[in-house]
Structure formats: structure tokens, C-alpha cells
């Protein structure tokens, strides 16, 4: 299982960014997806999820409302699109799979990271 997350930059509070998740070495529609994030001096937050085969999705309290997951499965590829972003958004983010969907997000403990990506947000 290979994953490459980018589309990480720097934007100023109230911008927008999108970040993508290309998966490949495993069927795409069998696991679902997740975002983390990391920002200096904290524990790895999970983000958001989405199950491709269902397109059930989580998004944490810190993110609801201004963040949208999405997949598209002829690509391989996940989608965080990221709205009014504020600079407690400012976190390395990585993808990963495959990750338990439900309730929250969790990463399994044999799955595969993307290499990260970094979201700088200025004030």
C-alpha cells in the first residue's frame, strides 16, 4: 500500500485549501481513507474519514462544518477540501489507510501513512 498526500501550502486565515490522498497496491473500494494532522508540540489528531465503499464519513469537532472528505474511485484519490481555515489548522497532515471509520477516526495498526504534507495558516 503506497499513499501520497499533497496540495499543502500556505494561506491566510479565512482561505481555503484542498489536499489529495493518491492511494495505489490495494483495491481502493475494500478500505477506508483518513486525514491526520500534527501540529509542533501535539499528540496526532484524526481528521476526517470516508469508507469508499459506502461513503460514510467522520469529520472531529474542530473541523465540522468547514471541511469536506470526498473519494473518487476511478482515481484512487481522496479529497480534503479545506474552507475557512483558521491558523489552528496550521498541522502537518497525513493520509492513511486503511483506518476504522465510524464513530471517529483510527488508524490501523498495519496500515500505511502518506508522507505528510504541510498546512501553514496565517493569522
Known amino acids: 500500500v503506497q499513499l501520497q498526500a499533497s496540495g499543502g501550502g500556505l494561506v491566510q486565515a479565512g482561505g481555503s485549501l484542498r489536499l489529495s490522498c493518491a492511494a495505489s497496491?490495494?483495491?481502493?473500494?475494500?478500505?477506508?481513507i483518513g486525514w491526520f494532522r500534527q501540529a509542533p508540540g501535539k499528540e496526532r489528531e484524526g481528521v476526517s474519514c470516508i469508507s469508499s465503499s459506502d461513503g460514510n464519513t467522520y469529520y472531529s469537532d474542530s473541523v465540522k462544518g468547514r471541511f469536506i472528505i470526498s473519494s473518487d474511485n476511478a482515481k484512487n484519490t481522496v479529497y480534503l477540501q479545506m474552507n475557512s481555515l483558521k491558523p489552528e489548522d496550521t498541522a502537518v497532515y497525513y493520509c492513511a489507510a486503511p483506518v476504522f471509520c465510524s464513530l471517529g477516526v483510527t488508524a490501523h495498526r498495519f496500515g500505511s501513512w502518506g508522507q505528510g504534507t504541510q498546512v501553514t495558516v496565517s493569522s
Open positions: 497496491g490495494f483495491t481502493f473500494d475494500d478500505y477506508a
